[in-house]
Structures are given as C-alpha cells and as structure tokens.
C-alpha cells in the first residue's frame, strides 16, 4: 500500500508538474498571439505611413519639376534677352566708333587749341566700346 501511495503521490506530482508547464506554454502563447496582433498593427500603421509619406514625396518631386520647367523658361527668356541687348551693345559701339572715326579731325583741333576737356576725356574712355567687336 505504501507503493501504491508512492505511486500516487508521485503521479499527482508529475500532473501538477506536466499541468503547469502547459498552462505556462499557454500564458507564452497568448502573449505571443498578442504581441503578434500588436505587430501587425504596428506594421500596418508604418505602411500606412510609408505610403502617405511616399505620396508626399512624389508631390514633391512632381513640384519641384514643374518649378524647373517653369525657370528653365525665365532662364531662356532672360539669355534672349541678354542676347539682344548684346547686340544692340555691340551696333551702338560700332555706332560711336564710327561717329569718332568722323569727328576725330574736329577733336584734333580742339586738342590743339588747347581746349582739353576732362569730362570728354572720361566720356570716351567710358564709351571704349572695342571690347564688343
């Protein structure tokens, strides 16, 4: 009888033993169950944000390439511009030049006779237009 009390209390033992290491497994697979749901909330949460970010970021991109064109525009406008007031630069130094060209024997003289004046002087060293042609 002592053997079979033994036996008994020992079974019951290992039960209990058998009976907690299950509901432990149990309690680390809810939690786990649970820390899954949390993750995939998680998930869903970051790719909802990744895609509100990346439709962000396309406008963004989308902006700053309509705002290229648009300067590219002002850019080319303005080099036509230049352009042309270049050349309207360059006609108006061949347009003095060629008036110096004619008056140079009336300057002579007037340097002859001693009649330097300083204000002419700097006009027409303004007025150098060479450096257009």
Known sequence: ???SLY???RLAAFKFGIDGDV?????????LHRDTDSRAAICRAQG?????ASHDLVDQASA?????ARDRVVATGIRGVLQQRDVEVAELCDQVNTERSLN???GDQ???MGKN???QHACASLLDCTSYQ
Do not use: F, G, H, Y
Not at 23 to 31: D, F, G, I, K, T
Not at 48 to 52: M, W
């Open 110 to 112: 007037a340097s002859e």
């Open 48 to 52: 909802k944000a990744d895609i509100t």
């Open 1 to 3: 009888m002592k053997d």
């Open 7 to 9: 036996n008994a209390n």
């Open 23 to 31: 509901c432990a497994e149990l309690l680390r697979a809810e939690r």
């Open 64 to 68: 700053l390439d309509a705002s290229l």
């Open 104 to 106: 140079c024997d009336a």
């Open 117 to 119: 004046n300083d204000l």
